[in-house]
C-alpha cells in the first residue's frame, strides 16, 4: 500500500513539474535596448566607509576601557577573568583591523572618485 502511494505521489510530482508554465520573455521595449550600467557613487562609498571606520574605531576605545578596567581590577573577575582578557584582547584586535581596513576603502574610493 505504501509503495503505490509513493510510486502515485511520484508520477504526479513528474507531472506538475512538466507542466509548470514558462516565463516568457519580456515584451517591454525598454528591456530590449542596451542597458548601461550606472557608475558606483564612489563619494557616497568613501563616507560609508569613513563612518564604518569611526564606529570601529570608538569600539576599539571601548574594549581597551574595558580591558584597562581589567587590568587594574582583574580580582574581580575571578576564574573567568583570563578568558575575558582574551575574548576582548581578541575583539579589540578584531576592532583595529576592522577600522583599519575601512579606512583603506574610503581612501580607495575617493582615490577613484578624483579619477573621474
Known sequence: MKTKIFFTSLV???????????????????DTKV???????HNKLAEYYENEAKEMSLKVE??????HEYDIHSYYYG????DFQAHHEALLDKYEKAAERNSE?????????KKR
Open 12 to 30: 504526479i510530482l513528474i507531472f506538475l513539474a512538466f507542466i509548470t508554465p514558462v516565463h516568457a520573455e519580456s515584451q517591454n521595449p525598454v
Open 35 to 41: 542597458k548601461t550600467i550606472a557608475s558606483p557613487d
Open 62 to 67: 571601548e574594549q581597551k576601557k574595558l580591558l
Open 79 to 82: 576564574r573567568e577573568g583570563q
Open 105 to 113: 576603502m574610503a581612501a580607495a574610493h575617493r582615490k577613484m572618485a
